[in-house]
Each structure stands twice: as structure tokens, then as C-alpha cells.
DNA sequence: CGATTGTTTGATATATATCAATAACCGTGG
DNA sequence: CCACGGTTATTGATATATATCAAACAATCG
């Protein structure tokens, strides 16, 4: 911890509390060995609205993502879509066991992202021996992540499934520095996905969707400005709706 | 893989041709170490319909089941259930990041598995160095698998969910030896799990499970002989709804 | 063999999807 | 800065897939 250093500052941009959606491996990289990691990635910029990984190509590299979101989404031959989940700062995409990858991602705004040769992780976890501890606390972390996904699909209502989603978008990674110090207070966070992007996200419709979200306002629960910006005024209440406790 | 042996071998089961549900450590074991192996380990027999893993207790112990199916749930407090997975043999459990539980392990039928420590697993992977690799690329096929459900909970209709899960069943892990071998018959599977287990799995209800059956019947997909074995007539066709080619 | 539990089928209700019309927002260019 | 056009979001009316409620039926087990 002490001695760490994170990849994120190894290519330039900094951690906050994030505990990263995917895999992070903040905190496991010396400082004498920062040099040997950056030979190791290259920069990569991508524009709004981009794919930079797409389901079913080679999976010849993995990224770190070190700004911007992305969204992570299947497709169905007719269209349907269902988004995995929204990177962010300091998750790892693209690890996947097999050669393809299973999942397309797309930049959420301007992205950038330190991309590493498929091949360079055997090297990277020998050289960097807690990475690997990381990587697999990360992973079943990851996992049970998709379990709660699960229930959330199955078994919650739309009112539930977008409380449960503003709650997850509270998390101190997601908001900046200055509001989320109250956490007691009302929390207003950036909204970088359209209604689509989190209607495919709930597998609901952007009908259903902004339906709930008026809601939600007439009852006192949030505020928005705009749809890109929403403030939460009663956590808790969100909290026990996303439980389903009422 | 040529001097491999099963975890299942050294606890006195034969594993098929599964690849594990859930994390499987299939030929990462050399016979020479299969008494330490077994030392680290106690047989377990668990009766059907008992816990032996429960959502949020210490999570002391991981798991190999040996013989028979599990089924993975996460509850709600009004008492909403999703079934997270079946486990069969090979698969790996509770080997949750976290010191909890992230879900309850329930036998369908009765369930032999085998029990590790939740502290020798370090000293397990020291010893059988393939068995992390192993297990890193197993994790990660399970994410992918859950990605697929994920899928199938926000965007598939009734049909389409309970072909996936008919096809899912149709693994040669599941079929009896003598059933799998001409792939393109008519495949007879049994079905331990209740019209309530798959309800649950598919996030619909008993009575929607029951009819999509029904409908599967009469259009000569499937034929049934009583609730818990199910004859697939057209796996192709059912692939295809399952897909959502029709 | 009856009693109990689980499954299937039927009738109806409802949450959410679909279709359709405004309304708000956003970038652009005057 | 404002007007404009296109996009995205909201709201409304209706349809529909699935849930819910209820009954008959089948399987299981003593």
C-alpha cells in the first residue's frame, strides 16, 4: 500500500477511490519499476461514441481505462442490446480467457485508455507479483457484482432497477471530489449515458425509463438538470427502494 | 493435460467431459501430489434440499462438488429469489474475494462435494502452480457466461429463455454418456430442478415456465415424460429461439 | 390408496412495451 | 445572442406479454 504506485499514474492520470468496476490494480506497481510498465502499454485516445473493442474480434490487447467512462454492451442478431456495465476510471477491459472478445465497448465521451499487448500480461504478472492477487480478488469481485446484476434483471421492477442504478452511480468514483465529502446531503452526479444507454442497461425501455424518472422527481426523490445531470435527495430512501423494502 | 489428474479423481469421482460452471481445476494435479491434495480436503455429504453454503455467513470453506447438482441463489427480503447458476460437477464454490458469502448453495438431490480451507488455497496454489491459470481462465469464462445471462434476463422473451436454458442443459456434462453421442437425435435430459428452480433461473413465474413448456410440446420441440425429464426433438430449432432467429 | 405437493391449464389483472405526439435540449450558423 | 433543425427526452394512449389468482390435474410417497 505505502510503496504502491498505480498504473493509473504510471500512464498519467490519477486514481481516486475508485475500486474499479472490472479488475484495478491500483496500488501493486513500485515506483522502480514504473519505466518497464510504460514500456510495456502504449496511449490510446479515443473520440466519443468509438468502439475500440468489439464482440466477437481478436482479443490481441487489453486496456486499462485511465479517463473517460465506456459502455459495455451484447447485441442480438435483431438488435437488441443489453449493456454488461460502464467503465471507468482504472478498470481493465478486454481480459477475457478466450481469443475474442466477449463484449463490445464504446467510449461515453472522449476516452483514454493505456493499451497493453494480449501476450504482455504473463510478463507483467511475473514482474509484478501482487497484480496477480489482484487481478483475481478483482475478478470475483466482478463476479459478484454480476450476481446482483442478475437479480436486478430478474426479479426487480423498473422502479427498483433505476433506484438501484442512481445508487450505484453515487459511488465515490463516479461523483466529484467536493460533493461527495456530505454524503449525507443531497449528491448530484453527471449522467454521461443517453436514456437508451441506461434503458439497455436496466432492460427496460427509454419510455419506462424516463417514466420512472418523473417520477422519482414528483416524489421528491431526485432532481435533474437537464438528463444528463441528476441530483439524489434522499439516498436512503433510493437505498431502501433499490432493496425493494418499500 | 497428458500427466494431469482430476481434483475429482483424488476425492474418488470421475469427472466427464464437463468444463465447469463455475471454476473447474480439471488436469492441473500431478498423481504424485494427490495425497497431499486429499489431506488438504474432507468429504462432505449434503442431503437434498440443504444449504451447504448461505448468503453473507463467514466464508471459511470453498468447495468442489463431486457428485449430484447445486443451485445457486441470492434472496431479497420479501423473499424474491434468483438463481444465480446450477452447479455440477467440477465446479468450484465459495471461493467468493470477500470474507462472505455472496450467495446460498442449496443439493438438488443429494450432493457429495469436497471441502478445502478457505486458508489452503494459497498453499494449494503454491504447490500446483497450473492450478492458477487454471482457475484465472475458469473465472473468467464464468464472467462470460454471466455476461450471456445477463442477455437473457433483460432482453429475451419467455420462449426465448427457456430454450437457452434447454440448450444450456443439453452440454454433454449433463447428458448421460450413452445420450450425447449422436448430438443431432432427439436428446433425452433429466431435469432435477423444480418448474419453481427454473422460474427463479429464468426471472419468470412457475405458471409461464409451465406454459412455455406446454407450447414447446405442441409444436413438437420437445416431448416430456413427467416434470423432471425433458426430451429435446429439434435442438436446432431450439437454438434458433433461443437466438432469437424466430 | 388417499393425502400432499407440484404441475398444468384457465381467467383476469397489471406492469411495462409499443405507438404517437409534444416538448426540451443542443449544436450550428446567422 | 438568437433562431433554427435535428436529436433526445418526456408525456400520453393503447397493446401485450407476463404476472396473478384460482381451479383442475398429475405425480409422489407414506
Redesign the pocket.
Not at 425501455?205 to 424516463?210: D, H, W
Not at 435533474?224 to 444528463?228: D, E, H, V
Given at each position: 500500500m505505502e510503496t504502491g504506485r498505480d498504473l493509473m499514474e504510471a500512464v498519467g492520470e490519477r486514481c481516486g477511490h475508485c475500486s474499479g468496476r472490472s479488475v484495478s490494480i491500483c496500488n501493486v506497481i513500485d515506483d522502480a519499476d514504473l519505466p518497464a510498465l510504460v514500456a510495456e502499454s502504449s496511449r490510446v485516445i479515443v473520440p466519443s461514441g468509438r468502439c475500440f473493442i468489439e464482440e466477437g474480434c481478436a482479443a490481441d490487447h487489453f486496456y486499462v481505462l485511465t479517463g473517460g467512462r465506456a459502455k459495455l454492451f451484447n447485441l442480438m442478431v435483431d438488435g437488441r442490446r443489453q449493456i454488461i456495465g460502464f467503465a471507468e476510471l482504472g478498470d481493465f477491459l478486454g481480459l477475457a480467457s478466450s481469443d475474442a472478445y466477449a463484449f463490445t465497448a464504446e467510449a461515453l465521451g472522449d476516452v483514454t485508455l493505456c493499451r497493453f499487448s494480449h501476450s504482455s500480461i504473463e510478463r507483467l504478472v511475473e514482474r509484478f507479483p501482487r497484480l496477480r492477487g489482484r487481478l483475481q480478488k478483482e475478478a470475483s469481485s466482478e463476479l459478484v457484482k454480476m450476481q446482483s446484476r442478475l437479480m436486478l434483471l430478474g426479479r426487480k421492477?423498473?422502479?427498483e432497477r433505476l433506484a438501484t442504478f442512481l445508487i450505484e452511480q453515487a459511488r465515490p468514483c463516479c461523483v466529484y471530489a467536493e460533493q461527495w465529502r456530505n454524503e449525507n446531503g443531497p449528491m448530484t452526479l453527471p449522467l454521461p449515458m443517453?436514456?437508451?444507454d441506461i434503458a439497455d442497461y436496466l432492460?427496460?425501455?427509454?419510455?419506462?425509463?424516463?417514466?420512472t424518472?418523473?417520477l422519482f422527481k414528483r416524489e421528491g426523490l431526485i432532481s435533474?438538470?437537464?438528463?444528463?445531470s441528476v441530483t439524489l435527495l434522499a439516498l436512503g430512501n433510493l437505498a431502501d427502494i433499490a432493496n425493494g423494502l418499500e
Open positions: 421492477t423498473a422502479r443517453s436514456r437508451m432492460g427496460l425501455t427509454i419510455e419506462t425509463v424516463s417514466r424518472f418523473s435533474t438538470k437537464g438528463a444528463s
